[in-house]
């Protein structure tokens, strides 16, 4: 027959039994124990009113904390899309003002108009021609581009930025050269097709340069694609 288990033994084992981690002896001892005993079954139930709002309050907490940490999630994602949406937006502002200061200051696409250019041509040599412009706009610097069209047709223009620098003092001046022979040209045209003057054509009979002409850059123009 087995020995009487005392009250005090039974009274250390009631927080492993509510907590349901006694091994099975344990627990079948502690059972016995309880059926016979009034004063440990008072106890356990003391014990157990406890455990059962000790394990309310562990899952409150523990909803409480799922709550938070969605909620810190939620936070940390909208932080991550107003950085990204953020980085877009100022790539976007970023490209829009390189894009507006090249077109602006950098890309030489406003052609100075022909009643703002004086154009003077002469033959350079028997086999050279040059064009000397005279601009009168009120600004200064540009590039002179050239291209010829499938017909030989050459046309030459001053081109600059859409923001010009004043000229402040003197004029500009610039000179355009090349060989008849090399360049077979039918016609020269200041400015491009459909808003261009005609300066030269075939069978034109020019005037000999000036001597301080006679270093002049011979260009090559571009034929157009």
């Known amino acids: 027959m087995m020995a009487k288990i005392s009250c005090d033994l039974i009274q250390d084992l009631l927080p492993l039994y509510c907590d349901d981690v006694c091994s099975a002896d344990s627990k079948n001892i502690v059972e016995t124990h309880l059926q016979e005993c009034e004063a440990c079954a008072k106890l356990f139930q003391q014990l157990k009113s406890k455990c059962i709002i000790n394990t309310k309050?562990?899952?409150?907490?523990?909803?409480?904390?799922?709550?938070i940490g969605k909620i810190a999630h939620s936070w940390k994602r909208s932080i991550l899309k107003a950085f990204f949406k953020g980085a877009i937006i100022a790539?976007?502002?970023?490209?829009?003002v390189a894009g507006g200061y090249y077109t602006l200051f950098v890309q030489q696409n406003s052609m100075v108009a022909f009643e703002d250019v004086l154009v003077s041509a002469y033959m350079l040599t028997d086999e050279h021609i040059t064009f000397h412009l005279q601009v009168d706009d009120g600004y200064c610097g540009g590039t002179m581009k050239t291209y010829i069209d499938e017909e030989r047709n050459l046309y030459i223009s001053i081109q600059?930025?859409?923001v010009k620098?004043?000229?402040?003092?003197?004029?500009?001046?610039?000179?355009?050269?090349?060989n008849l022979t090399d360049k077979n040209c039918v016609a020269v045209y200041y400015g491009v097709p459909g808003n261009c003057k005609l300066?030269?054509?075939?069978?034109?009979?020019?005037?000999?340069?000036?001597?301080?002409?006679?270093?002049?850059h011979i260009s090559e123009p571009t034929r157009r694609s």
């Not at 620098?165 to 090349?178: H, P, Q, R």
């Open 57 to 67: 309050a562990r899952e409150e907490k523990s909803a409480e904390e799922v709550i």
């Open 91 to 96: 790539a976007i502002i970023l490209s829009l």
């Open 160 to 162: 600059r930025t859409l």
């Open 165 to 178: 620098e004043k000229l402040t003092n003197g004029e500009e001046v610039m000179d355009y050269g090349f």
């Open 199 to 216: 300066l030269w054509k075939q069978g034109d009979v020019l005037p000999k340069a000036e001597p301080d002409l006679s270093l002049i």
